[in-house]
């Protein structure tokens, strides 16, 4: 939402004010389209052939912390941790919070581009809460759930759960199994050779693009590229 702050002048013995006014942002009408395919090896891949990888990972601040906290010693009533524990614990908690705004900032920044940059935005529902189950650390680390949850808050263009969009083939459309270990395709039909994730992701824009009736417009990714590298 966009913001018009509220204040009063006094001048000459007059009093202005300026009301606040939250107005909605103008939607996008470019007829651009990008689809967003999420994993772990790529965090988030788009369609336009670029892939970005991040993670924040825990500090050795935050080591050193634990081990003091293990070592901290309860009070006399052997229920309610010692004034050293109680201290070391907040001191956790607000290093853990400074992690965590680094990732909120890295999801938002790129949310906000894509949101502003591209009138279509597609993208899986992927249940991402059960890639932890196997990943834990490397979705804790990147916390791409929070960058999907700010695509929900903008875009409605959301691709089943179940649909098959990864080893499909970007020009003839020949699917095949993969395992986890292969990255780049190659298509046995038209021999044609792309990386998964971004294959994933254009056949997710291809999916919601067919569904409301548009073309793909031309994309031009350096200035995608150019804002990555100054984040």
Not at 114 to 140: C, L, M
Not at 173 to 189: A, E, F, K
Not at 216 to 229: N, T
Request: proline residues 1%; hydrophobic residues 30%; aromatic residues 12%.
């Amino acid at each position: 939402m966009q913001r018009r702050v509220c204040y009063f002048i006094e001048r000459n013995g007059d009093y202005f004010m300026h009301v606040v006014a939250y107005l909605p942002k103008e939607k996008v009408h470019n007829g651009r389209a990008i689809g967003i395919d999420l994993g772990i090896k790529n965090q988030i891949a788009f369609s336009n052939g670029i892939k970005v990888q991040y993670a924040i990972s825990m500090s050795e601040r935050i080591k050193r912390l634990y081990k003091a906290f293990s070592r901290s010693q309860y009070g006399k009533e052997k229920k309610v941790r010692s004034k050293r524990g109680t201290k070391l614990l907040q001191k956790i908690k607000s290093e853990f919070q400074h992690q965590n705004n680094q990732k909120k900032d890295i999801n938002n920044k790129l949310a906000h581009y894509v949101t502003t940059n591209y009138e279509y935005v597609a993208y899986q529902n992927d249940n991402i809460h059960s890639w932890s189950w196997f990943y834990g650390r490397k979705i804790y680390q990147t916390s791409i759930g929070g960058f999907r949850n700010c695509l929900k808050a903008s875009t409605p263009l959301e691709v089943g759960r179940f649909i098959r969009t990864t080893g499909v083939c970007m020009n003839c459309g020949t699917v095949q199994h993969l395992n986890l270990s292969d990255r780049m395709v190659v298509c046995p039909s038209c021999h044609s050779i792309f990386d998964r994730d971004v294959g994933a992701a254009y056949k997710q824009e291809g999916l919601c693009l067919g569904n409301l009736g548009e073309t793909l417009a031309e994309d031009y990714a350096s200035s995608m590229l150019e804002y990555i590298k100054r984040m």
